[in-house]
């Protein structure tokens, strides 16, 4: 009797311990530090973190590269739009010269579209299954990027995105000579044809980490992979698990079914922490668009997102048809006429050193009825950047040199 009862308690640990690895949801988790495969993927500039990559075991006896697996020792680049390890840091998005970047051709039949893209802090860009860019900067200092792309409609977008770590397996980085503190993600976009990162766009997390338990995440009635966990500082240091899901070979192809992801969270530009010049030297232009993430900004550190393009926006097929402009400087006014009716067009003046001297709404222009600005400048010579929006995220823009 004794020994059939230690038979039956053997086979009890063994099945309880393999549930335990094998967790319902499909994940695997991981404790404690990766083992790390290149200390630093990035190491041409002065003054960045540390781009650390690492591979780490999980209890199912699978193994995990930390912090994602990317494209960016083989990918094509995306173009610089700020990035100081380039030297290329514009202050104005005059300083900005689209026309000169290069583009991918998708469909030679299909239109030229141009993307901005903020990620904090690496990002892919797919379309069509087909990489675009890859960020040149996996860490730090923070940049931002363009992609230009030929394409027809519709077509897909896919973005894998990655809040990176200093502590591979760890998901945290130093702060203030705290290592193990847990940074943040976030990542917003704006595309030519009008497309914007909102609600609209899908959003999986596919990386979790630092968590106290892997019980922290659980599932929501939308498939969201939600962690209840919010602290930056967690203080289970090097004890701290990782949560990891399997991500799809073809995340990325327009026939990929993500119909139970659930949609981005969008987050305010002050919620993510935006403090760097590729984004303060360009607040008008990435407008009142909000950041997108999933429902964790902190530990969910392996994101993907994919955005279904059907249609242009109407505004933008309204900008198509601009044929020209006219900017006057009259008895310290400014006149400005449209040989089209465009509203909601916004103004802003610089001096030709790009100092900021105001920024005018004017609610409808047309060639009948030209806007007039009040104003009384000094005597000079002005850099006039006009800009179309649509609810608040500039979509067009128009510059020229005026004196007075």
Known sequence: M???????????????????????????????????????????????????????ATTDGKTWIVPAETQFLVGPRYQNFYNQCAGITPSSMSQVKI????????????????????????????????????????????????ARFKVKNPYTIAIKAVDWEELPGLGSEN????????????????????????????????YISPITSPDSVQIKSDNTRYT????????CGDSCYAVHYPIPTNWMNPGFNDADWPKAV?????????????????????GKNQFIWTSN?????????????DNPTSVNEDMDAIPSFDIQLQDHNILIASSSTHSNVQ??????????????????????????????????????????????????????????
């Open 228 to 235: 209840y966990q919010t602290p930056r500082n967690i203080t």
């Open 99 to 146: 026309d000169s970047m290069p583009y991918t051709t998708i469909d030679p039949d299909g239109e030229v579209i141009t993307g901005y893209i903020l990620c904090d802090n690496y990002s892919e860009l797919y379309i069509n299954g087909q990489l675009i860019g890859t960020d040149p900067v996996p860490f730090t200092p923070f940049n931002s990027v363009i």
């Open 347 to 404: 103004l802003h003046l610089y001096s030709v050193l790009g100092e900021n001297l105001g920024s005018y709404t004017i609610p409808q222009i047309g060639s009948n009825a030209p806007a007039e600005i009040i104003m009384n400048p000094p005597k000079g010579n002005y850099l006039v950047l006009m800009m179309l929006e649509s609810q608040g995220i500039p979509l067009f823009f128009k510059q020229c040199i005026m004196s007075y």
């Open 175 to 206: 702060n203030n000579g705290n290592p193990y503190h847990a940074g943040d993600g976030g990542l917003i976009a704006i595309f030519s044809d009008g497309t914007v990162t909102d609600t609209s766009w899908k959003a999986q997390v596919y």
């Open 2 to 56: 004794q020994f059939t009862l230690y038979i039956v308690m053997f086979f009890f640990l063994f099945f309880s311990q393999k549930s335990s690895a094998q967790r319902i949801d499909g994940s695997s988790a991981s404790r404690g530090k990766a083992r790390i495969l290149f200390d630093n993927l990035y190491s041409t500039c002065n003054g960045s973190r540390p781009s650390v990559l690492g591979e780490i």
């Open 297 to 309: 900004l902190v530990v969910d550190n392996l994101v993907l997102f994919r955005k279904q393009v």
């Open 266 to 286: 969008v987050y305010a530009p002050s919620t993510v922490g935006v403090n760097f010049p590729a984004w303060t030297n360009f607040t008008s232009f990435w």
